[in-house]
């Protein structure tokens, strides 16, 4: 099960919807019933007439913010996002699965806000020859992972584990890299809320100190290079990560297509979050409230269930009664 019961109970605070970062803001959702600002409004409103485009706000708003509120360059970030959506094969190549078989890229497990954790083992990027093929699968993977384990303003983010296997400067195929980056930001906006860099070597962890002085406050604030991704472990129950990784899963060798459920326990002590309880999640669906979201069927079919109830024994109690009153006037 991909996504349980509990992932619905969860919404974000305040805080966590738009978070403040030196004089910068960073969104970190945008669809549901997340509720813009009066001033991202203004901005979607004068962007849409004047480039006249027939889109979701929340979509031009991920855009928006994704361009730093550039209008011409947002406008452009949406004409290639077109481009690119058009020109996906509808018909997947059976080696884009093979490659997700091989755990190129694979899912495993969340943090305490239920994120994704996605792995990506950069000696097996290194290892493909045809770039095209692996940007299908990582197409394939994460199209899976945001129709199957994402709610619309709910769960909107993933966590990246990027595993460079101690490679150096020399073994990292250093134009595949940049070009799958480059794919991924342009294609899938706003959408890492962090990128664990771990096991690379000295030499590359001193150029990036040296890159990263180049880099926007934002970018650096996502990417963390570590031995292991131990500050993961504030954000997420041990049982979510791999023992390689700093968690107590075994470390996974196979079966890493499709993603599948690692551990029921996903909260941790020192950071453990607020859900609503079912009751409420049911009036928040009875007052419309949930008209943008994903609904929990299970949850609304419980519901349903316990109405049916209470309306059957209401009706027993009901001839119940009005048996007991013909006895009582048969007497």
């Not at 954000?235 to 297509?257: R, T, V």
Request: net charge neutral; charged share 25%.
């Amino acid at each position: 099960m991909l996504l349980n019961k509990e992932f619905y109970l969860y919404f974000p605070e305040e805080h966590e919807i738009l978070i403040k970062f030196k004089k910068y803001e960073i969104r970190k959702f945008f669809d549901g019933q997340i509720q813009f600002t009066q001033s991202e409004m203004h901005s979607i409103q004068q962007f849409k007439q004047k480039y006249q485009v027939q889109k979701e706000d929340s979509f031009i708003l991920r855009m928006l913010y994704a361009t730093k509120f550039k209008f011409e360059k947002c406008f452009d970030a949406i004409k290639n996002f077109d481009e690119w959506r058009q020109s996906i094969d509808s018909k997947v190549n059976p080696m884009s699965q093979e490659l997700l078989k091989q755990g190129v890229i694979y899912m495993h497990g969340r943090d305490n806000r239920f994120r994704p954790i996605l792995v990506v083992n950069a000696r097996k990027v290194a290892g493909i020859k045809e770039i095209d093929l692996l940007l299908q699968s990582m197409t394939v993977f994460l199209d899976y992972i945001l129709s199957n384990c994402m709610l619309p303003g709910q769960i909107e983010n993933w966590i990246v584990i990027m595993d460079l296997g101690g490679l150096g400067i020399m073994g990292l195929p250093k134009q595949d890299l940049y070009r799958i980056m480059n794919y991924l930001s342009s294609n899938y906006r706003s959408r890492m809320h962090k990128c664990y860099v771990i096991n690379c070597n000295k030499a590359l962890s001193i150029t990036w100190a040296m890159i990263k002085t180049f880099l926007e406050d934002i970018t650096v604030y996502k990417i963390l290079f570590e031995s292991c991704p131990i500050s993961l472990l504030q954000y997420a129950n041990p049982s979510q990560l791999e023992k390689k990784y700093g968690g107590i899963a075994n470390d996974k060798s196979d079966n890493f297509w499709p993603p599948q459920e690692i551990s029921p326990n996903y909260q941790i002590a020192i950071d453990n979050i607020k859900l609503i309880d079912q009751l409420t999640y049911i009036e928040l669906f009875k007052q419309g409230r949930l008209n943008k979201n994903i609904v929990c069927q299970e949850l609304i079919k419980l519901q349903q269930l316990q109405q049916n109830n209470q309306q059957i024994k209401q009706q027993q109690k009901s001839e119940d009664d009005f048996q007991s009153c013909e006895e009582d006037n048969d007497l």
